[in-house]
């Protein structure tokens, strides 16, 4: 069994929860291409504040996000997109608090791949008219004013997301999304499992960052120091490296 497979069913429990309660939960399979106006960009967008149709997240309201992988892909529904509570153009809102779940699974992932994954899964949110900034699983959306006019969706964004993570990573042979969009509390209990996984992902790396040699201090993980959730550990490394240097050659 791999680490994050108990927290699969954590989240199928949670869905199961917020049916009971009475929320809006809509459930899409998707094998589509991507349209051409939802191709992903080169670069982050940038959207400002007057652009902005719908925030995300973000600091008015709740937010988090998060990312399981497995190698058991009995566990995630491929092509799977879905949404609890309102889609952007069924909303009159210009803030809602935002639950985003990413799930992947293939025989072949390991731990190894994981910062791989996570940089794939952020190259796959750069499209066109949403932009997304996350900083330690607090996530802070944009959807631009023109998006919106021209359909934007969190279904459309949901399937061209997993369109790109299949383009983008041959390991993984199936993947799926949960967008929340409900209520703050709903989110908030997201955020309770998203706490505890990023705390094996924060052990993970650490674990990877100790097995490198006393010579050398190397992260591949493609994500900007700035942005990472990780930014505390690798500065710990990086002082325990220079710590050895320094030991080794008053020696």
């Known amino acids: 069994m791999a680490l994050f497979d108990p927290y699969f069913a954590l989240i199928r429990d949670y869905e199961d929860d917020l049916r009971i309660k009475g929320r809006n939960v809509r459930v899409w399979s998707t094998d589509q291409p991507c349209r051409a106006h939802d191709a992903t960009q080169t670069k982050p967008t940038l959207?400002?504040?007057?652009?902005?149709?719908?925030?995300?997240?973000?600091?008015?309201?709740?937010?988090t996000t998060f990312l399981l992988w497995t190698d058991d892909v009995s566990l995630a529904s491929d092509g799977r997109v879905t949404l609890i509570g309102p889609d952007i153009p069924e909303t009159a809102e210009d803030v809602l608090p935002f639950g985003h779940v990413t799930l992947v699974a293939g025989p072949s992932l390991t731990h190894d791949l994981q910062p791989r994954l996570e940089r794939d899964l952020?190259?796959?949110?750069?499209?066109?008219?949403?932009?997304?900034?996350?900083?330690?699983?607090?996530?802070?959306?944009?959807?631009?004013?023109?998006?919106?006019?021209?359909?934007?969706?969190?279904?459309?964004?949901?399937?061209t997301i997993l369109n790109q993570l299949h383009r983008r990573q041959a390991a993984v042979t199936a993947a799926e999304i949960v967008f929340v969009?409900?209520?703050?509390?709903?989110?908030?209990n997201l955020e309770r499992i998203g706490a505890q996984v990023r705390k094996l992902?924060?052990?993970?790396?650490?674990?990877?960052?100790?097995?490198?040699?006393?010579?050398v201090y190397e992260c591949r993980s493609g994500v900007s120091c700035d942005v990472c959730a990780d930014n505390e550990v690798c500065t710990d490394i990086k002082q325990i490296v220079a710590i050895r240097k320094s030991g080794a050659g008053r020696g």
Request: charged content about 35%.
């Open 181 to 188: 969009t409900s209520f703050v509390e709903d989110v908030q």
């Open 122 to 159: 952020r190259d796959a949110e750069a499209i066109t008219g949403y932009a997304v900034r996350s900083t330690g699983g607090r996530i802070w959306a944009r959807v631009s004013r023109e998006a919106r006019d021209q359909g934007f969706s969190l279904r459309r964004l949901g399937s």
């Open 201 to 215: 992902t924060h052990d993970l790396r650490r674990e990877r960052l100790k097995q490198v040699s006393d010579d």
């Open 47 to 63: 959207i400002l504040k007057e652009d902005t149709a719908v925030e995300l997240g973000g600091p008015a309201t709740a937010g």
